[in-house]
């Protein structure tokens, strides 16, 4: 058997009461014990036998505290991951990261010192449709891979929800927000890079974070284009995979956040499974003529994250995200904003996997 590990949540806005609350509250093994909230009293009312902080002091002095999950503005992830490591707690971030690769480095090294356990929330690896594309990817049954995209659109011409998102903060952006999601799983489908070239651009009226990218990654007889906007109206595809012997396209976004959102229970029936009008489509060639099929959608499970988290910290699990992966991610999308301003390709060869 295996100690309880005891959860301490930094932050109960949309991130805090979505993505990481219900997790920490329902994963055998985890146990939600304290959440710092600096104003109101909305997370004692959503959970009433939890310890509400107003400060990190406060939080981290809390007795028996193993893990710390951070869910702030990303301007703030880095002095609170600080503060949390060098209490000696197990640490997981939201992503981003961090707003920088040398901030990365730096809470790596401090992770390894006190040997503690150093994650980023990239919850979007248990994406049901992310799992399926590397099923087909993993199947052969598109050949050799020629051009991949993926892509979030969005139509929300407003300014976004949170104040803080559209000030020019370190990590601020959809850049850092959305396409720390899209550049992790290219990595994870095709490692790294040997260039990237990228367009980060303000899209709406009175913008002043970048609200729209495009970015096109180099490798080896293979383009990989990830790219979001605010301004779509229509949404174009989630996925699009086109290889020597044919293509896989897939609308519409994992059904879990909007789950969460609209009160759905925690694995409960159904949990994390497409509506079939959303279903990715197969079209290849058989003897000579076109074949297209529909292809469900692997059933998505964000607690996979917390679970092996968890087993991480018990030791008996290789981490899946880790913070060298974090590091990555963080020092594409700087790369990107280099490529952005110089309006040219730049070279990856200096993104290590281990920095």
């Not at 301490?8 to 920490?24: E, K, N, R, S, W």
């Not at 503005?73 to 971030?93: I, N, R």
């Not at 993993?138 to 050799?144: D, Q």
Request: hydrophobic content about 40%; proline content about 7%.
């Amino acid at each position: 058997m295996h100690r309880v590990i005891r959860a301490g949540l930094v932050g109960f806005g949309h991130g805090g009461t979505i993505f990481h609350a219900p997790f920490l509250h329902a994963v055998d093994g985890l146990e939600l014990v304290a959440i710092l909230q600096r104003h109101g009293d909305s997370a004692a009312q959503t959970y009433p036998g939890v310890a509400i902080a107003r400060s990190m002091p406060e939080l981290l002095a809390h007795p028996d505290l193993d893990l710390i999950v951070i869910s702030t503005p990303p301007s703030t992830h880095f002095d609170l991951a600080v503060q949390a490591l060098e209490a000696g707690k197990h640490v997981v971030l939201d992503k981003p990261f961090v707003a920088t690769s040398q901030e990365a480095r730096q809470l790596i090294e401090l992770a390894r010192t006190h040997r503690r356990i150093l994650s980023v929330y990239q919850n979007c690896r248990w994406d049901g449709d992310f799992n399926t594309v590397q099923q087909i990817l993993g199947s052969g049954e598109l050949g050799r891979l020629v051009t991949f995209e993926s892509r979030y659109d969005r139509y929300r011409p407003g300014p976004r929800t949170k104040p803080w998102q559209e000030k020019t903060l370190p990590g601020n952006g959809v850049l850092h927000d959305l396409a720390a999601h899209l550049v992790d799983q290219a990595l994870v489908l095709f490692g790294t890079p040997e260039a990237v070239i990228a367009d980060v651009r303000l899209e709406r009226d009175l913008a002043v974070v970048n609200d729209a990218f495009t970015l096109i990654l180099y490798y080896p007889r293979l383009r990989v284009l990830l790219s979001s906007t605010m301004l779509a109206r229509t949404a174009g595809p989630r996925f699009v995979a086109h290889g020597t012997l044919g293509s896989f396209v897939k609308y519409g976004l994992d059904p879990q956040e909007r789950a969460l959102q609209g009160g759905a229970i925690l694995g409960g029936p159904h949990w994390g499974e497409d509506p079939e009008a959303n279903w990715g489509t197969l079209a290849t060639m058989r003897d000579g003529h076109p074949v297209e099929r529909r292809v469900p959608t692997l059933p998505g499970d964000y607690r996979k994250y917390y679970e092996n988290v968890r087993d991480a910290i018990w030791g008996v699990a290789p981490l899946a995200v880790t913070p060298e992966q974090g590091w990555r991610t963080i020092r594409l999308l700087e790369l990107a904003l280099e490529s952005s301003a110089a309006r040219c390709a730049l070279s990856c060869a200096p993104l290590d996997l281990t920095p």
